[in-house]
Protein backbone atom coordinates (compact mmCIF):
# COMPACT_ATOMS: atom_id res chain seq x y z
CA UNK A 1 0.00 0.00 0.00
CA UNK A 2 2.04 3.05 -1.10
CA UNK A 3 -0.88 5.56 -0.31
CA UNK A 4 -0.60 7.02 -4.21
CA UNK A 5 -3.66 5.05 -5.73
CA UNK A 6 -4.63 5.06 -9.55
CA UNK A 7 -7.56 4.16 -11.39
CA UNK A 8 -8.35 2.34 -13.63
CA UNK A 9 -5.16 -0.40 -13.18
CA UNK A 10 -6.06 -1.68 -16.83
CA UNK A 11 -8.00 0.16 -19.50
CA UNK A 12 -8.25 -0.75 -23.86
CA UNK A 13 -9.34 2.04 -26.14
CA UNK A 14 -9.42 2.59 -29.30
CA UNK A 15 -7.14 4.74 -31.61
CA UNK A 16 -9.15 8.42 -31.83
CA UNK A 17 -10.66 7.96 -28.26
CA UNK A 18 -9.94 10.42 -25.08
CA UNK A 19 -8.99 8.59 -22.21
CA UNK A 20 -8.74 10.11 -18.32
CA UNK A 21 -6.43 8.54 -16.00
CA UNK A 22 -6.93 9.28 -11.90
CA UNK A 23 -4.50 9.25 -9.34
CA UNK A 24 -5.49 10.09 -5.69
CA UNK A 25 -2.26 11.03 -3.93
CA UNK A 26 -1.30 11.40 0.23
CA UNK A 27 -2.81 14.36 2.05
CA UNK A 28 -0.21 16.91 2.09
CA UNK A 29 1.61 16.03 -1.44
CA UNK A 30 1.80 19.21 -2.85
CA UNK A 31 3.69 18.05 -5.94
CA UNK A 32 2.19 15.19 -8.64
CA UNK A 33 4.04 14.07 -11.81
CA UNK A 34 3.05 11.83 -14.45
CA UNK A 35 4.83 9.32 -16.37
CA UNK A 36 4.93 7.08 -19.45
CA UNK A 37 6.26 4.12 -19.35
CA UNK A 38 6.64 1.97 -22.77
CA UNK A 39 7.79 -1.81 -22.69
CA UNK A 40 11.14 -2.46 -22.36
CA UNK A 41 12.08 1.20 -21.33
CA UNK A 42 12.04 3.69 -18.08
CA UNK A 43 9.35 6.07 -17.66
CA UNK A 44 9.50 9.69 -19.16
CA UNK A 45 8.28 12.58 -17.67
CA UNK A 46 5.19 14.34 -19.11
CA UNK A 47 4.46 17.11 -16.74
CA UNK A 48 3.73 17.96 -12.87
CA UNK A 49 1.57 19.92 -11.11
CA UNK A 50 2.51 21.94 -8.20
CA UNK A 51 -0.69 23.53 -5.86
CA UNK A 52 -2.60 22.69 -8.69
CA UNK A 53 -0.34 24.62 -11.19
CA UNK A 54 1.94 22.92 -13.96
CA UNK A 55 4.79 23.81 -13.27
CA UNK A 56 6.83 21.55 -15.20
CA UNK A 57 6.68 19.47 -18.99
CA UNK A 58 8.48 16.74 -20.80
CA UNK A 59 8.35 16.28 -24.87
CA UNK A 60 4.78 15.26 -25.33
CA UNK A 61 2.56 16.66 -27.24
CA UNK A 62 -0.66 19.44 -26.07
CA UNK A 63 -3.10 16.47 -26.52
CA UNK A 64 -1.23 14.92 -22.91
CA UNK A 65 -2.99 17.32 -20.41
CA UNK A 66 -3.59 17.69 -16.94
CA UNK A 67 -5.23 18.71 -13.92
CA UNK A 68 -4.65 18.55 -10.23
CA UNK A 69 -7.75 19.31 -7.53
CA UNK A 70 -7.29 20.81 -3.97
CA UNK A 71 -7.52 17.42 -2.60
CA UNK A 72 -5.15 15.67 -3.62
CA UNK A 73 -6.06 14.21 -6.77
CA UNK A 74 -5.26 14.77 -10.20
CA UNK A 75 -6.20 13.90 -13.92
CA UNK A 76 -4.04 12.80 -16.87
CA UNK A 77 -6.20 13.51 -20.31
CA UNK A 78 -4.87 12.29 -23.41
CA UNK A 79 -6.83 13.02 -26.74
CA UNK A 80 -6.73 11.67 -30.04
CA UNK A 81 -5.22 8.51 -28.61
CA UNK A 82 -2.59 6.85 -31.00
CA UNK A 83 -1.23 3.15 -30.97
CA UNK A 84 2.18 4.17 -29.66
CA UNK A 85 0.05 5.80 -26.76
CA UNK A 86 0.04 1.77 -25.30
CA UNK A 87 2.34 2.13 -22.63
CA UNK A 88 1.57 2.04 -18.50
CA UNK A 89 1.07 5.19 -17.03
CA UNK A 90 2.04 6.04 -13.41
CA UNK A 91 1.52 8.78 -11.00
CA UNK A 92 4.38 9.72 -8.17
CA UNK A 93 3.26 12.23 -5.49
CA UNK A 94 5.80 14.45 -3.48
CA UNK A 95 6.14 15.78 0.07
CA UNK A 96 10.05 14.41 0.85
CA UNK A 97 10.49 11.74 -2.00
CA UNK A 98 8.27 10.19 -4.74
CA UNK A 99 5.89 7.66 -4.20
CA UNK A 100 4.69 5.73 -7.37
CA UNK A 101 0.88 4.87 -7.50
CA UNK A 102 0.67 1.40 -8.90
CA UNK A 103 -0.02 2.80 -12.77
CA UNK A 104 -2.67 2.26 -15.20
CA UNK A 105 -1.87 -0.19 -18.11
CA UNK A 106 -3.39 1.56 -21.59
CA UNK A 107 -3.51 -0.31 -24.55
CA UNK A 108 -4.98 1.46 -27.72
CA UNK A 109 -6.07 -1.15 -30.80
CA UNK B 1 22.31 11.82 -26.41
CA UNK B 2 19.56 10.15 -23.79
CA UNK B 3 19.90 12.36 -20.64
CA UNK B 4 20.54 9.54 -18.53
CA UNK B 5 21.83 6.13 -19.77
CA UNK B 6 22.10 2.71 -18.68
CA UNK B 7 23.22 -0.64 -20.01
CA UNK B 8 19.72 -2.75 -19.95
CA UNK B 9 21.83 -6.13 -20.01
CA UNK B 10 20.01 -8.30 -19.49
CA UNK B 11 22.61 -9.58 -16.44
CA UNK B 12 22.30 -13.09 -15.83
CA UNK B 13 23.94 -14.23 -12.56
CA UNK B 14 24.08 -16.60 -9.93
CA UNK B 15 22.99 -16.71 -6.67
CA UNK B 16 25.79 -15.30 -4.38
CA UNK B 17 27.34 -13.31 -7.04
CA UNK B 18 28.53 -9.42 -6.91
CA UNK B 19 27.21 -7.71 -9.76
CA UNK B 20 27.86 -3.80 -10.92
CA UNK B 21 25.51 -1.74 -12.54
CA UNK B 22 26.58 1.65 -13.98
CA UNK B 23 24.78 4.51 -15.22
CA UNK B 24 25.91 8.07 -16.70
CA UNK B 25 23.83 11.68 -16.66
CA UNK B 26 24.22 14.53 -19.16
CA UNK B 27 23.31 17.29 -17.01
CA UNK B 28 26.44 18.46 -14.77
CA UNK B 29 24.20 21.19 -12.90
CA UNK B 30 22.40 17.57 -11.48
CA UNK B 31 22.32 17.64 -7.39
CA UNK B 32 20.20 14.49 -6.74
CA UNK B 33 20.70 10.56 -8.01
CA UNK B 34 18.90 7.76 -6.91
CA UNK B 35 18.35 4.12 -7.52
CA UNK B 36 15.18 2.44 -8.21
CA UNK B 37 14.04 -1.26 -8.54
CA UNK B 38 11.11 -2.17 -10.71
CA UNK B 39 9.55 -6.03 -10.57
CA UNK B 40 7.56 -7.01 -13.25
CA UNK B 41 4.39 -5.01 -14.37
CA UNK B 42 5.11 -2.76 -11.00
CA UNK B 43 5.66 1.16 -10.12
CA UNK B 44 8.84 1.61 -9.50
CA UNK B 45 9.89 1.45 -5.83
CA UNK B 46 12.85 3.28 -4.12
CA UNK B 47 15.91 1.25 -3.24
CA UNK B 48 18.54 4.02 -2.54
CA UNK B 49 19.71 7.78 -2.72
CA UNK B 50 22.95 7.98 -4.08
CA UNK B 51 25.99 10.56 -2.58
CA UNK B 52 29.43 11.29 -3.57
CA UNK B 53 30.63 10.04 -0.37
CA UNK B 54 29.19 6.64 -1.57
CA UNK B 55 26.30 5.23 0.63
CA UNK B 56 25.57 1.11 1.97
CA UNK B 57 22.38 -0.56 2.67
CA UNK B 58 23.16 -3.95 3.76
CA UNK B 59 24.66 -5.70 -0.26
CA UNK B 60 23.87 -2.55 -1.67
CA UNK B 61 26.64 -0.06 -2.31
CA UNK B 62 25.63 3.07 -4.33
CA UNK B 63 28.93 5.62 -5.72
CA UNK B 64 28.47 9.02 -7.43
CA UNK B 65 30.93 10.64 -8.93
CA UNK B 66 30.07 13.98 -10.12
CA UNK B 67 34.00 14.60 -12.28
CA UNK B 68 32.57 11.75 -14.60
CA UNK B 69 28.88 12.20 -14.28
CA UNK B 70 28.89 8.46 -13.50
CA UNK B 71 26.57 6.67 -11.03
CA UNK B 72 27.25 2.98 -10.00
CA UNK B 73 25.20 0.35 -7.95
CA UNK B 74 27.05 -3.03 -6.44
CA UNK B 75 24.91 -5.61 -5.35
CA UNK B 76 27.14 -7.89 -3.05
CA UNK B 77 25.93 -12.07 -2.18
CA UNK B 78 22.65 -11.75 -4.89
CA UNK B 79 19.79 -13.21 -4.13
CA UNK B 80 16.99 -14.92 -6.30
CA UNK B 81 14.58 -12.05 -4.95
CA UNK B 82 17.05 -9.41 -6.18
CA UNK B 83 15.75 -10.50 -9.98
CA UNK B 84 14.13 -6.98 -10.80
CA UNK B 85 14.81 -3.72 -13.26
CA UNK B 86 17.18 -1.40 -11.83
CA UNK B 87 16.45 2.13 -12.89
CA UNK B 88 19.33 5.12 -12.56
CA UNK B 89 17.10 8.35 -11.63
CA UNK B 90 18.50 12.05 -11.86
CA UNK B 91 16.78 14.98 -10.37
CA UNK B 92 16.38 17.53 -13.05
CA UNK B 93 15.63 21.18 -12.69
CA UNK B 94 14.55 21.42 -8.70
CA UNK B 95 15.01 19.27 -5.35
CA UNK B 96 14.48 16.21 -4.44
CA UNK B 97 10.62 17.21 -3.95
CA UNK B 98 9.76 19.49 -6.76
CA UNK B 99 12.18 18.61 -9.36
CA UNK B 100 11.10 16.11 -12.50
CA UNK B 101 12.95 12.44 -12.21
CA UNK B 102 14.56 11.35 -15.32
CA UNK B 103 14.99 7.62 -15.56
CA UNK B 104 17.81 5.80 -17.59
CA UNK B 105 16.53 2.81 -19.81
CA UNK B 106 16.69 0.18 -17.04
CA UNK B 107 18.75 -2.90 -16.19
CA UNK B 108 17.72 -6.04 -16.01
CA UNK B 109 18.94 -8.39 -13.63
CA UNK B 110 18.09 -12.01 -13.37
CA UNK B 111 19.52 -14.19 -10.50
CA UNK B 112 19.64 -18.15 -11.17
CA UNK B 113 19.77 -21.06 -9.04
Known amino acids: ETGVTQSPTHLIKTRGQQVTLRCSSQ?????VSWYQQALGQGPQFIFQ???????GRGNFPPRFSGLQFPNYSSELNVNALELDDSALYLC????????FGSGTRLTVV | RKEVEQDPGPFNVPEGATVAFNCTYS??????FFWYRQDCRKEPKLLMS???SGNEDGRFTAQLNRASQYISLLIRDSKLSDSATYLC??????????????FGQGTTLQVKP
Open chain 1, 49 to 55: YYREEEN
Open chain 2, 27 to 32: NSASQS
Open chain 1, 27 to 31: SGHNT
Open chain 1, 92 to 99: ASSNYGYT
Open chain 2, 50 to 52: VYS
Open chain 2, 89 to 102: VVISGGSSNTGKLI
